[in-house]
């Protein structure tokens, strides 16, 4: 009877530790299915041109201080011009969630968007710290996106890449 119990409680743990990796080999091709997802929506955007001149547009805007930044981009003056400018960086705050939370992996984010993301965060650094002293509500403005410019920063200064993009802007 000893010996049936004994059966019992293995054939438990057994299926518990079946039931274990399943769940974590799940998990994981969902993640890379996610990654995959984005990759694809990534490229599709490319193929079409839609972000490369995109990409282009943001990086050729240019500004004196903020408040020429305002002049010429913000939304009171010119709407349509601070529509496109913070709907495109906007996508990049939430790839640097989605890194966060481990939606998708730093490696994948440096493989498909360094260095366009450090680039463009050297270049509105300063404008998002105007726009986070002046107004309360923009206080966290861009939070993700800053984080993930640093995180790919570091990554890719571990690889030996050189990232100051500073001048370049």
């Known amino acids: 009877m000893a010996s049936l119990e004994v059966i019992a ?17 799940v998990l994981r091709n969902n993640t890379k299915a996610q990654q ?24 050729k805007m240019s500004w004196r201080d903020y408040d020429d930044f305002n002049e010429k981009y913000g939304f009171e003056n010119n709407p349509e011009a601070f529509a ?6 906007t996508q990049f705050d939430d790839y640097g969630y989605m890194l966060k939370r481990g939606i998708v ?8 968007c360094y260095p366009s993301i450090v680039k463009l965060w050297c270049k509105f650094k300063p404008v998002f710290e105007v726009r986070r002293l002046q107004d309360e509500t923009s206080e966290r403005e861009m939070f993700w ?20 993009y500073t001048k370049e802007t």
């Open 9 to 25: 409680l293995v054939l438990t743990g057994l299926s518990i530790s079946a039931s274990i990796l399943y769940y974590t080999t």
């Open 36 to 59: 995959m997802q984005m990759m694809l929506s990534i490229q599709r955007e490319r193929a079409r041109g839609g972000g490369i001149l995109r990409y282009v547009k943001t990086m």
């Open 84 to 89: 496109e400018w913070f709907s495109y960086l």
């Open 105 to 112: 992996d730093l490696d994948f984010m440096f493989e498909t």
């Open 145 to 164: 996106f800053q984080y993930i410019s640093e995180e790919l920063e570091k990554y890719a200064e571990s690889k030996g890449i050189n990232v100051d």
